[in-house]
């Protein structure tokens, strides 16, 4: 059943998501430092940067979890400032950390969740069935009927990306998507990002995986310092890099260009037995 | 150069130390204040403490015959008290300590020797188990100083004895528990303990209860003088180091003008001979028993759609969000061992607070007893509002805090958090206004009061409840503690202190809003006469205050929590 539903807009004149001049300041850090962002309907986003650089905290204001110090976020046309029901109602959000309700069992929990986003009121048959496609295309099957304490840490990461992906959402935001997941699961999930693309549906992901990046992504964003160094396709990073007429060059050496990481670079090759 | 064994322990603590440094040295805001708060809070009850003592003790030592017997009871008492909760309490958290801490992942990976591991785990325990015994006892022994005359030798034989009697429960607890889990796995030892433990206390409150011990003040319930005496002057049990404790300090007050140590010198050999052998046992148990530790438990009633179908029967009062929270907070409850089993002991104490108003001595004082029944019954108002209040505490302030880790979950979902808030007061409100309608009903039934106290009670019930939920829900959500494993030390943090001092100053300013025109009513009705228009005015006005206090609480206190959720970010 998954893959072959569209991804239902609606709103469609408005791209996926929308991000201006947002910034976020803690006491004393500057997370992020103003910073815009468009993702486009049917698109696959990445974004990425070196450890500190402001991608969880940019993920983590962008559903509603930290507040936004300036800037506005729209998401499908809808501001989440002003209009945080609608616009929280189309995004699934899948966290680095997978910390869930351990006394439910997986059922209950992909119940519980699809009932806070149940806008639609799916017939109960019909939501059990795609229960059950979830529950079978995250190799969980067996284990819906246990508590989720039993789960490893692998298995509670699928239970959420389930959960976030039951309601059927307009755009997937997903903060390192490959944690948990062995090469099965991962070849699998790389195919539901790509069949909800096709959709119509959008993802912005978060990830180190500079292959799955590479692999995946139809555009990509550099952030370093809370500030967005570089974006674009494939091409337009290699020639902000001044690698344009290297075709080969893959994202790796882009981003280590871009972020001025040729020594850590060096140091890598160096300490190499 | 120190052995390895020392070294070893001091670095095992080291994390300790260093958090608690921090802690203090990486203040956020308002800590400053809530630490000054509850060292004030602390303060008032260690004045209390030592001023009910000091008059017990004064009162004890001047009664003939009885004057040095009582005090060394007395203490045999409180240290065998002790003793019990020290040992539950021993019991129950060396399971966390020793099987489910996070950092044992790390530690058992290391060359850290299994002896050094057992005596850093067992200062964690001792303390954990022990420190609120100590700090609340520690006025107790400071009475009896004062009383007495102890000077420095005696707080030096008070610290000897007490750190010593508080080592040996906890390493019986530990050894116990080490032998549980080589037979179970540890998260279904512990529940199971939890279980038994609380059925058990529970039991103990209520035959406790029922033995009237109230009677022991009164020598005219002994047959004979003599029975009184021999009760008076048999130990409680030379085999026990509470009786070892007791004697220790109390040989110190009573005794000849030369100390004997010698209890005190039974207490500290037992406690490091108690080490010892506790070391020996972990070595041949632990790592068999945290081995079993990381088995997966497969739950019983996990299939269960009892409460499925019950939500899906009374779904129709609620929206379709609300219902999840509830339903999905229903099953968490009835799942958790350590929340349901709470029950029992809410019972006990439910069972003892009716019981009490039946073998209240109401006849035979100077006032009728007719005005004396509706005076008991009104003031059992406030009496019960204070019970719901720290049955609140307990159940309805975590609420919030229960989310956990998890409460990304429903902050990123368009639940949006006043409905989620909302969520948590209907769940929290119905039982409670069951248990506050049930006390004031069966007690004023049992107290044969007047009915129009008895409508009062069931009226200023219902409304008081709904604030004192609103002001758990609400100061929960103000003060959450997300990252908390262990719920039941939630009701102790500092919003659960305010929310107790805010509850019980709340029913307490109802009671004295009502009790003018009530007492003139009351004074009217029983005196044969008839209810006046000014006594009916009156009675207007008090429950139109009431009615706008409970307002004003229920709206301050869930949009205070609700503002102060919204600003909260969630890493």
Known sequence: MMGKTAVHIRNKDAPALEVRGLKKHFTTVEAIRGIDIRVERGEIFGFLGPNG???????????????????EIFIGGFSLMDNPVEAKNIVGFIPDRPYIYEKLTGREFLRFVHGLYNVYGDEPGMLEERIDDMLAFFQLEEWGEELTEAYSHGMKQRLVMSSALLHNPEIIIVDEPMVGLDPKGARLL???????????????????????????????????????????????????????DDEGARLEAVFLKLTADEEMDEIIQALRP | MRNTLTNELYLLLSPKWYGLRNRLRFRSRGDLTRSIVLVGIVAVFWIIIYLLFTNFL??????????????????????LFFLGILMWSSLLTSFGVFFMSYDLQLLKATPVSEDAM??????????????????????????????????????????????SFVIIPAVLGVGLTMLLVNVFPAQRAKDMLMIVSLLFFAGLILAFRILRPERLLDPDAFNSL??????????????????????????????????????????????????????????????????KTQEVRRSRFAGSTVIDRLISMYGFLFPQRLKQIISKDVKTFVRDVTQWSQIFLLM?????????????????????????????????LGLSGFVVSAVAARFVFPAVSLEGNAFWIVR?????????????????????????????????????????????????TFFT?????????????????FQWDNVSKIPASFGGVIFMVLAVTFVTVVLVIEWRPVYLIMLSILGGGSITSNQIILSAISAIFVLILCTFCFFVAMETGLRRLEEREIW
């Open chain 2, 412 to 460: 990123s979902s368009p639940l949006g958090l006043k409905g989620f808030l909302w969520s948590k007061f209907w769940i929290s409100f119905f039982p409670l206004l069951l248990l506050g309608e049930t006390l004031i009903i069966l007690t004023n039934v049992l107290l044969g009061a007047h009915p129009l106290i008895k409508w009062v009670g069931v009226i200023t």
């Open chain 2, 58 to 79: 004064y009162q004890f030592k001047v009664v003939e015959e009885f004057g040095e017997i009582l005090p060394g009871k007395l203490l045999s008492m409180i240290f």
């Open chain 2, 118 to 163: 057992y005596l850093a785990r067992l200062a964690e325990t001792t303390i954990n188990a022990s420190w609120m015994v100590l700090l609340f006892g520690l006025p107790v022994f400071m009475a009896y100083g004062t009383v007495f005359g102890g000077g420095v030798v005696y707080y030096l034989v008070v610290v000897i004895s007490n750190v």
């Open chain 2, 465 to 481: 409840t709904i604030s004192v939920t609103a002001l758990g829900i609400g100061i929960g959500a103000a003060f959450p503690k």
């Open chain 1, 190 to 244: 790389k195919n539901l990002f790509h069949q909800r693309a096709a959709g119509g549906g959008a993802i912005f992901m978060s990830t180190h995986t500079l292959a799955v990046a590479e692999e995946l992504c139809d555009r990509i964003a550099i952030i370093q310092d809370g500030e967005i160094i570089a974006e674009g396709t494939m091409p337009q990073l290699r020639a902000r890099a001044g690698m344009g």
């Open chain 1, 53 to 71: 650089a402001g991608k969880t905290t940019t993920i983590r204001t962008l559903v509603g979890l930290l507040r936004p110090t300036a800037g």
């Open chain 2, 226 to 291: 003599l029975d009184f005496f021999t009760a008076m002057r048999a130990p409680l049990s030379p085999l026990l180091p509470s009786q070892w404790a007791a004697e220790a300090i109390s040989t110190y007050i009573v005794g000849t003008l030369v100390y004997d140590p010698f209890w005190l010198g039974v207490l500290v050999i037992t406690s490091m001979a108690a080490v010892v052998i506790g070391m020996w046992v972990s070595g041949r148990t632990h790592d068999y028993g945290f081995t």
């Open chain 2, 348 to 380: 006990a104490l439910i069972v003892i607070y009716v019981y009490n108003f039946r073998v209240l001595p109401l006849a035979g004082t100077y006032i009728p007893s007719v005005y004396l029944t509706n005076l008991v019954a009104f003031l059992n």
